[in-house]
T-cell receptor, first 109, second 113 residues
Framework: SQQGEEDPQALSIQEGENATMNCSYK?????LQWYRQNSGRGLVHLIL?????REKHSGRLRVTLDTSKKSSSLLITASRAADTASYFC?????????FGTGTRLQVFP | DSGVTQTPKHLITATGQRVTLRCSPR?????VYWYQQSLDQGLQFLIQ???????AKGNILERFSAQQFPDLHSELNLSSLELGDSALYFC????????????FGEGSWLTVV
């Protein structure tokens, strides 16, 4: 079974709005990563947050990690049409980097 | 461009056949990962090699095998292909063996007919 599960499965918003995606995982982790995938393309790394960090920022991205709840969230602020993509969380589990099910984000102009 | 090169980009083959997917990691990266992405199974981890040795194994079928060569490139061999093997196969690489950012290639689209 998947180590990570993203919620929601799909999200549609207007340009300029914020988008929040959540990831829940099952076991303790060393770090959690977020990746982005444009349709049919390779995944691109966005941000890595370590288990001893609670929040991390990168440009318009803000990631939080709550190890007590085994969950993480990715916030994209002031979204743009170019942010349309699928977003995946990934955790290292049993020496493997396991990806969640992904959130499909659609940003309408 | 991630620096990870995968060939071929597209492949159409018949059931029962065998194919080989090739991956060149980013310069200096010692780890190579293989993932399978399909609509019904999502992104599945298959196998990881680190500096020529198998490092971790995931949901890789017995009909599939992989190896990493001394020059660090890797090949994924898929045999006795079935319709359900149709998927996008990704190779990724990283500098270390775990806990790292990994860099994905653009994938090899395999269609089994």
């Amino acid at each position: 079974s998947q180590q990570g599960e993203e919620d929601p499965q799909a999200l549609s918003i207007q340009e300029g709005e914020n988008a929040t995606m959540n990831c829940s995982y099952k076991t303790s982790i060393n770090n959690l990563q977020w990746y982005r995938q444009n349709s049919g393309r390779g995944l691109v790394h966005l941000i890595l947050i370590r288990s001893n960090e609670r929040e991390k920022h990168s440009g318009r991205l803000r990631v939080t990690l709550d190890t007590s709840k085994k969950s993480s969230s990715l916030l994209i602020t002031a979204s743009r049409a170019a942010d349309t993509a699928s977003y995946f969380c990934a955790t290292d589990w049993a020496d493997k980097l396991i990806f969640g099910t992904g959130t499909r984000l659609q940003v309408f102009p | 461009d991630s620096g990870v090169t995968q060939t071929p980009k597209h492949l159409i083959t018949a059931t029962g056949q065998r194919v080989t997917l090739r991956c060149s990691p980013r310069s200096g990266d010692l780890s190579v990962y293989w993932y399978q992405q399909s609509l019904d199974q999502g992104l599945q981890f298959l196998i990881q090699y680190y500096n020529g040795e198998e490092r971790a194994k995931g949901n890789i079928l017995e009909r599939f095998s992989a190896q990493q060569f001394p020059d660090l490139h890797s090949e994924l061999n898929l045999s006795s292909l079935e319709l359900g093997d149709s998927a996008l196969y990704f190779c990724a690489s990283s500098a270390g063996s775990r806990g790292n950012t990994i860099y994905f290639g653009e994938g090899s689209w395999l269609t089994v007919v």
